[in-house]
């Protein structure tokens, strides 16, 4: 497959926003295949003999972004494996959720596998975020559904994250989303913003 052919849609904001929630909703909708950075990072975490399991466990509990290298890899590895399972009649049309977390990865990433259509952001309190995490928490399992480590993620976001978010908005490569009503009003926005920007 070439860059060409593949569209990409990056999904961003805080731990917590619902771009998990958000992207469900897409696939089921618009034909997009859905790509969790973080979902990647824990089935490659718990994959017997990766030599990466023990550094992805410890990342993601202390909220610390896994180098690049990594990530990179599984998530080309899995666009690669659904182009092939799917066939040609489709899109190619990918939404990346929770990725890319830095600047360096933002720019590895357009460079070196596709450049991003666009970024679909959700703006979110810590407030409302750290309400959801903690009542996922109850039942997600999550080794990071924790205050100590919703704190530490709440930090790595603000500082390290928003720096991508806000040079693709410098570039008016953002679409942002209010996340903070229901998913279904959430919703209606993101689809009312994705006419706007033709998809
Ligand atoms: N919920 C959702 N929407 C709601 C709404 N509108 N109203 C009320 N409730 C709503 O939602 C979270 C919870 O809120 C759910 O219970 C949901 O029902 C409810 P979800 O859709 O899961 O939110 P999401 O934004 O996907 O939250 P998530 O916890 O997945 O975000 P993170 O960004 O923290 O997690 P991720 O899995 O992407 O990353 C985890 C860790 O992996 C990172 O901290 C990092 O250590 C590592 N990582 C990397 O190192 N590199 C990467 O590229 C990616 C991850
Ligand atoms: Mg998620």
Redesign the pocket.
Known sequence: WSASEVTVIFVL??????????CQKLVSDYGFKHL????L?REEQDRPGSEFGEMIKS??KE????PMEV?IQLLENAMKAQIEAEGEAWKKLFLI?????KLD?AHAFERTVVPSKFTLF?DCSEAVMEK??L??GETSGRS?DNLESIKK?FR?FVETSMPVVNEFESQNRVVKVS?E???EE?YRDVQAKFRERGV
């Open positions: 904001g805080g731990p917590g926003a619902g771009k998990g929630t958000q969790s950075a973080g979902d990072l990342n993601i909220g610390i972004i896994v990530t959720d929770g990725f890319p977390r990865q959700f959801r995490l009542q996922r990071d993620r790595v996340a009503r229901s998913p959430v």
